[in-house]
Protein backbone atom coordinates (compact mmCIF):
# COMPACT_ATOMS: atom_id res chain seq x y z
CA UNK A 1 0.00 0.00 0.00
CA UNK A 2 1.31 3.26 -1.30
CA UNK A 3 1.11 6.68 1.41
CA UNK A 4 2.99 9.39 0.98
CA UNK A 5 4.11 11.27 4.49
CA UNK A 6 6.07 14.86 5.62
CA UNK A 7 10.06 14.01 5.43
CA UNK A 8 10.76 14.19 9.99
CA UNK A 9 14.39 14.42 8.95
CA UNK A 10 15.08 10.78 9.24
CA UNK A 11 17.05 8.68 6.73
CA UNK A 12 14.26 8.03 4.23
CA UNK A 13 15.13 11.19 1.88
CA UNK A 14 18.69 11.51 1.37
CA UNK A 15 19.22 8.32 -0.74
CA UNK A 16 15.50 8.90 -3.05
CA UNK A 17 17.40 12.52 -3.12
CA UNK A 18 20.99 11.06 -4.10
CA UNK A 19 19.25 9.15 -6.80
CA UNK A 20 17.36 11.57 -8.34
CA UNK A 21 20.94 13.59 -8.65
CA UNK A 22 22.42 10.67 -10.15
CA UNK A 23 20.03 10.10 -12.66
CA UNK A 24 19.80 13.56 -13.60
CA UNK A 25 23.68 13.97 -13.96
CA UNK A 26 23.49 10.73 -16.69
CA UNK A 27 20.73 11.85 -18.58
CA UNK A 28 22.45 15.52 -19.08
CA UNK A 29 25.23 13.34 -20.43
CA UNK A 30 27.55 13.74 -17.18
CA UNK A 31 27.72 9.85 -15.93
CA UNK A 32 28.12 9.72 -12.43
CA UNK A 33 27.74 6.46 -10.58
CA UNK A 34 28.52 7.61 -7.16
CA UNK A 35 27.68 10.60 -5.30
CA UNK A 36 31.82 11.25 -4.46
CA UNK A 37 31.98 11.95 -7.78
CA UNK A 38 29.40 14.61 -8.02
CA UNK A 39 30.85 18.46 -8.75
CA UNK A 40 31.45 19.89 -5.21
CA UNK A 41 28.22 22.03 -5.07
CA UNK A 42 26.13 19.13 -5.41
CA UNK A 43 27.83 17.03 -2.86
CA UNK A 44 27.22 19.58 -0.52
CA UNK A 45 23.32 19.61 -1.25
CA UNK A 46 23.09 16.61 -0.99
CA UNK A 47 25.02 16.24 2.27
CA UNK A 48 22.60 19.49 4.02
CA UNK A 49 19.22 18.29 2.51
CA UNK A 50 17.34 19.26 5.82
CA UNK A 51 19.70 22.52 5.69
CA UNK A 52 18.94 23.26 2.33
CA UNK A 53 15.63 22.20 2.59
CA UNK A 54 14.42 24.08 6.13
CA UNK A 55 11.33 26.87 4.67
CA UNK A 56 10.20 23.88 1.97
CA UNK A 57 8.68 20.56 2.89
CA UNK A 58 9.64 17.25 1.61
CA UNK A 59 7.23 14.67 1.00
CA UNK A 60 8.33 10.92 1.16
CA UNK A 61 6.48 7.97 -0.69
CA UNK A 62 6.50 4.36 0.72
CA UNK A 63 5.29 0.99 -0.22
CA UNK A 64 4.62 -0.32 3.08
CA UNK A 65 7.56 0.91 5.32
CA UNK A 66 10.25 1.30 2.43
CA UNK A 67 10.91 5.00 0.83
CA UNK A 68 10.33 4.94 -2.57
CA UNK A 69 9.36 8.71 -3.91
CA UNK A 70 10.10 12.04 -2.88
CA UNK A 71 9.08 15.71 -3.99
CA UNK A 72 10.14 19.14 -2.41
CA UNK A 73 7.36 21.74 -2.32
CA UNK A 74 9.12 25.12 -1.77
CA UNK A 75 6.99 27.62 1.08
CA UNK A 76 4.52 30.10 -0.99
CA UNK A 77 6.60 33.20 -2.29
CA UNK A 78 4.24 35.80 -3.94
CA UNK A 79 1.06 33.37 -4.01
CA UNK A 80 3.81 30.58 -5.80
CA UNK A 81 4.97 27.21 -4.45
CA UNK A 82 7.20 25.67 -6.72
CA UNK A 83 7.21 21.69 -6.60
CA UNK A 84 11.08 20.74 -7.28
CA UNK A 85 13.42 16.78 -7.34
CA UNK A 86 9.81 14.36 -7.73
CA UNK A 87 11.36 11.05 -7.98
CA UNK A 88 10.45 7.82 -7.75
CA UNK A 89 12.34 4.90 -7.72
CA UNK A 90 12.68 2.41 -11.06
CA UNK A 91 11.30 -0.70 -9.49
CA UNK A 92 8.60 1.77 -7.91
CA UNK A 93 7.16 3.19 -11.39
CA UNK A 94 4.20 3.03 -12.68
CA UNK A 95 2.15 1.94 -9.39
CA UNK A 96 0.88 5.40 -9.10
CA UNK A 97 3.36 6.81 -6.51
CA UNK A 98 3.76 9.56 -9.01
CA UNK A 99 0.75 10.77 -9.12
CA UNK A 100 0.16 10.38 -5.25
CA UNK A 101 3.52 12.56 -4.83
CA UNK A 102 2.30 15.34 -7.33
CA UNK A 103 -1.31 15.29 -5.91
CA UNK A 104 0.19 15.33 -2.26
CA UNK A 105 2.51 18.27 -3.34
CA UNK A 106 -0.34 20.51 -5.27
CA UNK A 107 -2.59 19.63 -1.47
CA UNK A 108 1.02 20.87 0.30
CA UNK A 109 1.19 23.92 -1.89
CA UNK A 110 -2.44 24.96 -2.01
CA UNK A 111 -2.10 24.54 2.01
CA UNK A 112 0.82 26.62 2.17
CA UNK A 113 -1.33 29.58 1.32
CA UNK A 114 -0.30 29.61 -2.58
CA UNK A 115 -2.58 30.01 -5.37
CA UNK A 116 -0.08 28.57 -8.19
CA UNK A 117 2.03 25.68 -8.23
CA UNK A 118 4.89 25.38 -11.02
CA UNK A 119 8.07 23.64 -11.95
CA UNK A 120 10.25 23.01 -14.13
CA UNK A 121 11.03 19.34 -15.48
CA UNK A 122 13.59 18.25 -18.43
CA UNK A 123 12.23 17.82 -21.89
CA UNK A 124 13.54 14.66 -22.44
CA UNK A 125 11.54 13.18 -19.06
CA UNK A 126 8.14 12.68 -21.13
CA UNK A 127 6.37 10.38 -18.52
CA UNK A 128 6.85 12.81 -15.73
CA UNK A 129 5.46 15.59 -18.45
CA UNK A 130 2.23 13.39 -18.99
CA UNK A 131 2.14 13.16 -15.51
CA UNK A 132 1.79 17.17 -14.98
CA UNK A 133 -0.13 17.38 -17.80
CA UNK A 134 -2.88 14.79 -16.38
CA UNK A 135 -2.43 16.62 -13.30
CA UNK A 136 -3.54 19.69 -14.84
CA UNK A 137 -0.05 21.70 -15.28
CA UNK A 138 0.38 23.30 -18.55
CA UNK A 139 3.48 24.75 -20.20
CA UNK A 140 4.43 28.35 -19.95
CA UNK A 141 7.47 31.09 -20.36
CA UNK A 142 10.13 30.20 -19.36
CA UNK A 143 11.61 31.66 -16.51
CA UNK A 144 14.57 29.17 -16.28
CA UNK A 145 17.25 29.41 -18.96
CA UNK A 146 19.04 26.58 -18.93
CA UNK A 147 18.37 24.33 -22.16
CA UNK A 148 16.47 21.57 -22.35
CA UNK A 149 13.77 22.49 -19.08
CA UNK A 150 10.35 22.83 -19.77
CA UNK A 151 8.39 25.24 -17.45
CA UNK A 152 5.07 24.81 -15.66
CA UNK A 153 2.35 25.60 -13.87
CA UNK A 154 -1.30 25.51 -12.56
CA UNK A 155 -3.32 27.43 -10.24
CA UNK A 156 -4.60 25.95 -7.19
Given at each position: ??S???W ?9 L ?46 G??P ?5 V ?12 L ?11 G ?27 T???A ?14 E ?9 S?
Amino acid sequence: MLSVDRWDGGPAFAPLLAAYILATEIEKGSPTADVAELPDALRTYLSHPAEIHRHDVVLVARAGDVPVGCVIVTASRDGQSEIKRLWVEPTARRTGAGRLLVREAIATAAALGASTARLTVWSWRTQAIALYVSEGFGEVSSWDERDGLVCMERSL
